[in-house]
């Protein structure tokens, strides 16, 4: 368990408002990502980051960005939220070996 | 362009039979590949991985072969129980290794019936 947290765990908004979701690791893994999960479509990567402040783009990034202002701390945000965006986020860390942990998911609908 | 496929959305087994699921991929430089499991509600988790250099990786009732030529991979479990019911994920890190991505499948759903 490479002890991550994603907050909140479920979160209902509507379109055009801003979003942002949290993921905390507690294990000081370098590499952080945010993935989506959507049926038929399996996990798909969003942003990665590795390093503090150093992050890029995943096959999935347009409306969404991301920060890491810390090792433990890596947010994502949806600027103007759409139903599109309506999904399951996972927080993953990682480390120089290939396999990923991945946190509980957040749960996030558009109205 | 689905670099990983997981062409079975869906498989349902009996308690004690074998279950397979494949995996097919596209990109002849994966030299490694991982097979993550979910439960509704909870993260993936990492449960067995093969290098290129093997052709088979056994861990418990878990078994995953490779087969390079075919660009083909399969996760065997033998006995199934009730407890693999889960969504299984296989993956491939970026060739490039750049920042450990991984590129994940579609998934396939197991259902292991009593």
């Known amino acids: 368990d490479a002890g991550i947290t994603q907050s909140p765990r479920h979160k209902v908004t509507e379109t055009g408002t801003p979003v942002t979701l949290r993921c905390h690791q507690t294990e000081n893994h370098r590499y952080m990502y945010w993935y989506r999960q959507d049926p038929g479509h399996g996990l798909r990567l969003i942003h990665y980051s590795y390093g503090v402040k150093d992050t890029d783009k995943g096959e999935v990034s347009d409306g969404y960005s991301v920060s890491r202002s810390k090792t433990e701390d890596f947010l994502l945000t949806l600027e103007s939220a759409t139903s599109s965006q309506t999904s399951v986020y996972f927080c993953?860390?990682?480390?120089?070996?290939?396999?990923?942990?991945f946190g509980p998911g957040t749960r996030l609908t558009v109205l | 362009d689905q670099q990983v496929k997981q062409n079975s959305p869906s498989l349902s087994v009996q308690e004690g039979r074998i279950s397979i699921l494949n995996c097919d991929y596209t990109n002849s430089m994966f030299d490694y590949f991982l097979w993550y499991k979910k439960y509704p509600a909870e993260g993936p988790t990492f449960l067995i991985s093969?290098?290129?250099?093997?052709d088979k990786n056994e861990d418990g009732r878990f078994t995953v072969f490779l087969n390079k030529s075919a660009k083909h991979l399969s996760l065997h479990i033998v006995p199934s129980q009730p407890g693999d019911s889960a969504v299984y994920f296989c993956a491939a890190p970026d060739p490039t290794g750049t920042a450990s991505k991984l590129t994940f499948g579609t998934g396939t759903r197991l259902q292991v019936t009593l």
């Open positions: 993953a860390t990682g480390t120089a070996y290939n396999e990923q942990f």
């Open positions: 093969i290098s290129s250099i093997k």
